[in-house]
């Protein structure tokens, strides 16, 4: 299981690396690493090649984390 072992506010942030990488788990995406300086799609975004590796282990812990919940829209 993956582990959240850094600040709360990194991984509960709308539009942050780690709820993206979940929200790309929950709409079957393949993973791309991104997040948004403030909202979603309301601020601008940072994409992989300009995202720190902390960043990006974020994005992928967020994808890791929803992938083992199972958690998946339901497109039927």
Partial sequence: MVEINANKDKFE??????DRGMADSYY???PNPHFYVG??????IV???NMTADEISSYYSGFEYNEELGNHKDWG
Avoid: D, I, L, Q
Wanted: proline share 6%; glycine share 16%.
């Fill in 13 to 18: 942030r709308h539009g942050g690396a780690y």
């Fill in 28 to 30: 079957c995406r393949t």
């Fill in 39 to 44: 909202g979603t799609k309301m601020s601008p």
């Fill in 47 to 49: 994409t992989e090649e």
